[in-house]
């Protein structure tokens, strides 16, 4: 059975789902987009999801392509007709099509909106976590507002492919000495004390939708989280260190350019947030 993607109100199959050559999210990557998890009938996180959504639109000044309530309904009809029990959805609008120009076109254009699921392997990613993951470290050199979920994702994509031509699954961004987030995911620390390290929220990361539940499954696990910068230092001497993202959900970090973290082994924070993160949004109605 062909995959069905959702484009500007058709169900198509994959293949023949397109957009417009003069798409501004093709020319300009003027455009946002957002990444949840199907996951044993239910979607994880999607009212936190759909919220940045709409904030990222909103700071683009992008109209919303359709109401969240159609959303919804258009991210389960595309799961139903997928036929698959667990998966991503990807989301994407852009400010739609129109004669190259950089400058907002004239009112009227309409936003485009874009739909894919891909199939999820919830056992191959606690396979990943159970082993842990490398990290190497990359200068930040993204703009000033990845605050928004934007498609614009150059540094993001050099960052990940320096990272796996090292043999490492993500890269950790650098702006001055301090870590920002990671090129797909959130970064946090475990320092000696047994508190959790991530950077606080700012123009300088993406808020992640799991970044945000994690932090509320540790506080109800009494874990002391501290929401401040932390340095390539303190993280290579930390007791653990660990991922957040939609696809990763809790990921351990086991090394940093090549040094062990901790034990060089997935530590027991990292993992006992993970289960509390699946358990939150294995329940949440
Ligand atoms: N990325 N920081 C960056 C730069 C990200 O791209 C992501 C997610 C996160 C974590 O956000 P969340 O917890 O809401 O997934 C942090 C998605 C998964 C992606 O681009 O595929």
Redesign the pocket.
Known sequence: MPRIAYVNGAYLPLADAAVHIEDRGYQFADGIYE?ALFVGGRFWDLDG?LA?WRRSLSELQIAEPMSERALRLVAARLVAMNRLRDCYIYMQATRGVAPRNHAFPIEGTRPSLVMTVKPLNLAKLNGVAARGIAVVTAPDIRWGR?DIKATALLP?VLAKEAAKQKGATEAWLVKGRTVT??????AWIVDEKGALITHPLANA??G????QTVIACAEALQMKVVERPFTVDEALRAREAFI????NLVTPVISIDGMAIGAGAPGPTAMRLRQAYIDHCSAAG
């Not at 987030?181 to 959130?186: A, I």
């Open positions: 990444v999801h940045r990845v993001n987030e990671g090129s797909s995911s959130n990361i993406l992640g939708i799991t970044r957040t993202s939609a696809t």
